[in-house]
C-alpha cells in the first residue's frame, strides 16, 4: 500500500534531525574501532552457515513472511530492470553474471527467467555455497518448459578479501553484470575490504556492464540514531545497536543488526558519497540510487511489476479473507490501512484487491514498512577503464586544515 510508506517517511523526516544539525565540527575517521576482522568474519560466516533452509510452509508463518517477500521482489524487480537495459544495447548478446555474495542460491530463479548464459555464483559461507550449488543441480534435474538453465560455477571464498579472478574456470572471464544483494556493507569494515570488493564487482566488467545491489541506507542509520533516546532504535521485528553515537569512521563503523529469524550478526555503516567515490576507481558511474520506497513507486505503477507483487505475496491482504490471519496482532499496525479503506469506501472504491462493497488492499504492517525504509538500491555502470593507481581515488585520511569529509556534508549529500 503506497500510501503507507509516503506517511512513514514523512512521520521520520518530523521525528529526527536534519542533516545540517548533525555536529559538523566532528570528523569521520579513516578507520573505526572494530573487533578483529578474522573475528567478525568468521561470526558473520558462522551466522549464515548455521541459518536454516526451510519450507514454504514453514516461512508462510513467519511474522516477516511477507516483509521477506516484499525484499524479494524489489531484488526481482532490480535484476529485471538491469536485463532489460543489458538486451536493449546487445539483443543477442551472450549475458554472464557475477553473484557476489550469492548465501544459499535465493536469487536462482531469477536468473533463469531472466536467461543469462552463465552466473558466477560466490559467498564467504562455504556451507550456503554447497546448498546453492545443491540447488542449482536440483533446478536442472527438473528441466521444463521456459528459459533453459544457465551453466553455473561456484566459489566458496570471502569476496572482500580475496582476488576471485584467480578462481575462475576460465582465467579471461568477463561480465555484463554484477549483482550485490544485502551483503556490501559488511566490506565497510575496513578500507581494504571494501576496495577488494569493489575490485572484484568492477574490474572484471566489461564496459556498458552494471553493477547492481541493495545495501542499508548509512543517512537513514545515522538520522534514527540521531533521534533515539540510547544506542538503540527499531520495533517489534528489528533492532539496530551502534557503539557510539557522535563518531562515524569512514570504515568500521559497525552496529548489531537483527531482524527476526533472518539476520543477527554485525554490520557496517556505508557512506553513499564515499561509495561513489571509490567505484570510480574501476569505472563504475552511478546510474541511480533510490529508497525502496522510491524504487517500489516507480516499480509497481507497471503492470509487470504490480502483477508480480501479488503473485511474490508481497503484500498481504487488508482485511483479511476468512481463515486468514494478519502478520501483524497489534491494531495500530494497521492503522494507515483503515484509513485507507475509510478513503476508498468514501470514493465508492474497492482498491486493489476488493469492491466497492467490501474493498480491500494489499499492505504490510507499520513494522514491515519500517524495516523495508531501511534500505537503497543502487546501479552502476561500468564507463570507463580501471584507475587503480590515481591518487583521486583513494579516500582521504582527516587532516587539520584541510577540507575535510564532514558527517553533516555525507548525510546531506547521502539525501539528495
Same mark, same amino acid.
Request: proline share 5%; aromatic share 8%.
Given at each position: 500500500?503506497?500510501?503507507?510508506?509516503?506517511?512513514?517517511?514523512?512521520?521520520?523526516?518530523?521525528?529526527?534531525?536534519?542533516?545540517?544539525?548533525?555536529?559538523?565540527?566532528?570528523?569521520?575517521?579513516?578507520?573505526?574501532?572494530?573487533?578483529?576482522?578474522?573475528?567478525?568474519?568468521?561470526?558473520?560466516?558462522?551466522?549464515?552457515?548455521?541459518?536454516?533452509?526451510?519450507?514454504?510452509?514453514?516461512?508462510?508463518?513467519?511474522?516477516?513472511?511477507?516483509?521477506?517477500?516484499?525484499?524479494?521482489?524489489?531484488?526481482?524487480?532490480?535484476?529485471?530492470?538491469?536485463?532489460?537495459?543489458?538486451?536493449?544495447?546487445?539483443?543477442?548478446?551472450?549475458?554472464?553474471?557475477?553473484?557476489?555474495?550469492?548465501?544459499?542460491?535465493?536469487?536462482?530463479?531469477?536468473?533463469?527467467?531472466?536467461?543469462?548464459?552463465?552466473?558466477?555464483?560466490?559467498?564467504?559461507?562455504?556451507?550456503?555455497?554447497?546448498?546453492?550449488?545443491?540447488?542449482?543441480?536440483?533446478?536442472?534435474?527438473?528441466?521444463?518448459?521456459?528459459?533453459?538453465?544457465?551453466?553455473?560455477?561456484?566459489?566458496?571464498?570471502?569476496?572482500?578479501?580475496?582476488?576471485?579472478?584467480?578462481?575462475?574456470?576460465?582465467?579471461?572471464?568477463?561480465?555484463?553484470?554484477?549483482?550485490?544483494?544485502?551483503?556490501?556493507?559488511?566490506?565497510?569494515?575496513?578500507?581494504? %575490504?571494501?576496495? +577488494?570488493?569493489?575490485?572484484?564487482? *568492477?574490474? $572484471?566488467?566489461? #564496459?556498458?556492464?552494471?553493477?547492481? !545491489? /541493495?545495501?542499508?541506507?548509512?543517512?537513514?542509520?545515522?538520522?534514527?540514531?540521531?533521534?533515539?533516546?540510547?544506542?538503540?532504535?527499531?520495533?517489534?521485528?528489528?533492532?539496530?545497536?551502534?557503539?557510539?553515537?557522535?563518531?562515524?569512521?569512514?570504515?568500521?563503523?559497525?552496529?548489531?543488526?537483527?531482524?527476526?529469524?533472518?539476520?543477527?550478526?554485525?554490520?557496517?555503516?556505508?557512506?553513499?558519497?564515499?561509495?561513489?567515490?571509490?567505484?570510480?576507481?574501476?569505472?563504475?558511474?552511478?546510474?541511480?540510487?533510490?529508497?525502496?520506497?522510491?524504487?517500489?513507486?516507480?516499480?509497481?505503477?507497471?503492470?509487470?511489476g504490480r502483477a508480480l507483487l501479488e503473485r511474490m505475496k508481497?503484500?498481504?491482504?487488508?482485511?483479511?479473507?476468512?481463515?486468514?490471519?494478519?502478520?501483524?496482532?497489534?491494531?495500530?499496525?494497521?492503522?494507515?490501512?483503515?484509513?485507507?479503506? %475509510?478513503?476508498? +469506501?468514501?470514493?465508492?472504491?474497492? *482498491?486493489? $484487491?476488493?469492491? #466497492?462493497?467490501?474493498?480491500?488492499? !494489499? /499492505?504490510?504492517?507499520?513494522?514491515?514498512?519500517?524495516?523495508?525504509?531501511?534500505?537503497?538500491?543502487?546501479?552502476?555502470?561500468?564507463?570507463?577503464?580501471?584507475?587503480?593507481?590515481?591518487?583521486?581515488?583513494?579516500?582521504?585520511?582527516?587532516?587539520?586544515?584541510?577540507?575535510?569529509?564532514?558527517?553533516?556534508?555525507?548525510?546531506?549529500?547521502?539525501?539528495?
Amino acid at each position: 500500500m503506497e500510501d503507507a510508506e509516503e506517511n512513514l517517511k514523512r512521520k521520520a523526516e518530523d521525528a529526527g534531525p536534519s542533516p545540517q544539525e548533525l555536529d559538523p565540527t566532528k570528523r569521520l575517521k579513516p578507520e573505526g574501532g572494530a573487533a578483529s576482522p578474522h573475528v567478525l568474519t568468521s561470526q558473520v560466516a558462522q551466522h549464515y552457515n548455521q541459518l536454516e533452509e526451510k519450507g514454504l510452509a514453514v516461512r508462510s508463518q513467519s511474522r516477516i513472511f511477507h516483509l521477506r517477500n516484499f525484499n524479494n521482489w524489489i531484488k526481482s524487480m532490480l535484476i529485471a530492470d538491469t536485463l532489460r537495459r543489458l538486451r536493449a544495447d546487445s539483443p543477442a548478446g551472450r549475458l554472464c553474471v557475477l553473484d557476489l555474495g550469492v548465501g544459499k542460491g535465493g536469487d536462482l530463479l531469477k536468473w533463469k527467467k531472466g536467461g543469462i548464459d552463465h552466473l558466477v555464483c560466490a559467498d564467504l559461507a562455504e556451507t550456503s555455497v554447497q546448498q546453492c550449488e545443491e540447488r542449482y543441480h536440483s533446478m536442472a534435474g527438473r528441466q521444463g518448459r521456459g528459459p533453459r538453465l544457465f551453466t553455473a560455477e561456484f566459489i566458496a571464498a570471502d569476496c572482500a578479501k580475496e582476488d576471485l579472478s584467480r578462481r575462475y574456470r576460465d582465467p579471461d572471464t568477463t561480465f555484463d553484470l554484477v549483482s550485490c544483494q544485502f551483503v556490501l556493507h559488511y566490506s565497510f569494515e575496513s578500507q581494504a %575490504q571494501a576496495d +577488494r570488493m569493489l575490485r572484484n564487482a *568492477g574490474e $572484471r566488467l566489461r #564496459p556498458g556492464g552494471y553493477f547492481i !545491489g /541493495t545495501t542499508p541506507d548509512g543517512y537513514e542509520l545515522v538520522r534514527r540514531l540521531k533521534s533515539a533516546e540510547g544506542l538503540s532504535f527499531g520495533n517489534s521485528i528489528y533492532s539496530i545497536t551502534f557503539r557510539q553515537k557522535d563518531d562515524f569512521p569512514l570504515f568500521g563503523c559497525q552496529y548489531d543488526f537483527h531482524l527476526e529469524g533472518v539476520v543477527d550478526c554485525p554490520e557496517f555503516l556505508v557512506y553513499f558519497p564515499l561509495l561513489e567515490q571509490m567505484a570510480e576507481k574501476y569505472g563504475l558511474r552511478l546510474v541511480y540510487r533510490q529508497t525502496f520506497s522510491e524504487f517500489f513507486q516507480q516499480q509497481v505503477s507497471q503492470g509487470e511489476g504490480r502483477a508480480l507483487l501479488e503473485r511474490m505475496k508481497a503484500l498481504e491482504t487488508y482485511p483479511p479473507h476468512e481463515g486468514q490471519e494478519l502478520a501483524g496482532s497489534e491494531p495500530e499496525d494497521y492503522a494507515h490501512a483503515r484509513a485507507r479503506l %475509510q478513503e476508498l +469506501r468514501s470514493k465508492g472504491e474497492g *482498491g486493489d $484487491r476488493g469492491t #466497492p462493497e467490501n474493498p480491500r488492499v !494489499g /499492505t504490510l504492517s507499520l513494522a514491515e514498512w519500517e524495516a523495508t525504509s531501511l534500505y537503497l538500491v543502487y546501479c552502476f555502470q561500468k564507463v570507463g577503464e580501471n584507475k587503480e593507481d590515481s591518487p583521486s581515488n583513494q579516500p582521504q585520511p582527516v587532516q587539520a586544515g584541510h577540507s575535510q569529509i564532514q558527517p553533516a556534508r555525507l548525510m546531506s549529500d547521502a539525501q539528495h
